[in-house]
């Protein structure tokens, strides 16, 4: 295993993340990434409109120096650290993804059809990742948090809310993966 | 000094959801017709691994680096927000492909329609902001 090149087995990006976990309670504060996203509306001026997006987004700052971070992580790992981009994902998988016309599933990091340039052409695509993006930002912050905040942080303290707004995850997701793609795709 | 801190863990974070390929949409799909262990298995890791270093911070009162005491803040009780929420939130999950810090990682990779989904991410927090007192919790 070549941990520069190879992809990461789950076992170690687990320990990452867990350790990622750590290093922000340690320094005080706590492992969220949607909370970002309220920050940005603050700073574009949404405070005006709603009462939710007054405060002090100063003291969220070192979020947005973790979410540059993010970024740059991405820029390293996908320019210097990847020798090939196929995400090798289940065969049946596959077969499955190419009867909804993804022709390029398991031969690319992120489905073609989704993420190429030639989307920006494509007004169906843009609803689609349109629509995906409303969707996370308003359920994230509606659920009081995402992934990270519930999924990793809150269910490692072992918060009953975090549990249940896990469950709604899995259940929109699976909504969404079992029967929504069939008529959207 | 904290910055660079704060930096360093944003840029690890970042390569660990790429180099994992947590941040590919093949991925999140995959998890969600239960056809790989791979994305149970690091959210299980961090998950067992966290749960750990949780109780150890709490039952020896670890304090941060900076000597103070390390905080956990319970989440509110409460039942409707967490469950329509979190299925709105997996609707998006699932149809993106990517969660909030992803999303970021997948732009600075050079996938440029990202950004859609991060703008859109944004107004879907700002409507949210808007409707709050609207909306049952």
């Known amino acids: ?185 | 000094m904290r910055t660079l801190f704060y930096l360093i863990i944003g840029i690890l974070f970042g390569i660990t959801m790429y180099k994992s390929e947590a941040a590919s949409w093949f991925r999140i799909y995959e998890m969600f017709r239960f056809e790989s262990f791979h994305m149970y298995g690091i959210i299980g890791t961090a998950l067992a691994m966290g749960v750990i270093s949780t109780l150890i911070i709490k039952r020896y009162n670890i304090k941060s680096f900076y000597g103070e005491t390390v905080k956990f803040i319970p989440k509110e009780k409460g039942f409707t927000r967490y469950m329509l929420g979190g299925i709105i939130f997996g609707l998006g999950w699932a149809l993106a492909g990517a969660c909030p810090g992803p999303m970021f990682t997948l732009l600075g990779a050079g996938f440029l329609p990202i950004s859609i989904v991060i703008i859109a991410a944004i107004l879907g927090t700002f409507i949210y902001g808007i409707l709050k007192e609207k909306l049952p919790h």
Not at chain 1, 27 to 56: P, V, W
Not at chain 1, 96 to 104: P, W
Not at chain 1, 146 to 175: E, K, M, R
């Open chain 1, 1 to 185: 295993m070549n941990l520069i090149y190879d992809p990461w087995p789950w076992y170690i990006s687990g320990i990452a993340i867990a350790l990622i976990m750590l290093l922000l309670q340690l320094s005080g504060e706590k492992f969220g990434m949607s909370s970002n996203l309220r920050t940005l509306c603050t700073i574009c001026g949404a405070g005006k409109q709603a009462h939710f997006f007054r405060f002090d987004w100063k003291a969220q700052r070192w979020n947005l120096v973790v979410v540059l971070g993010a970024i740059i992580g991405g820029s390293i790992a996908a320019n210097f650290m990847t020798n090939q981009n196929a995400v090798l994902i289940n065969s049946n998988t596959i077969e499955h993804l190419k009867t909804l016309g993804f022709e390029s599933a398991g031969t690319a990091y992120l489905p073609l059809e989704l993420f190429e340039m030639h989307v920006f052409s494509s007004p169906k695509t843009l609803i689609i990742l349109f629509f995906g993006g409303l969707f996370v930002g308003f359920g994230a912050r509606y659920a009081g948090g995402c992934t990270s905040g519930h999924a990793i942080s809150g269910l490692s303290n072992l918060q009953l809310p975090s549990l249940i707004a896990v469950v709604g995850f899995f259940i929109g997701g699976l909504i969404m993966t079992h029967f929504l793609f069939p008529l959207i795709f």
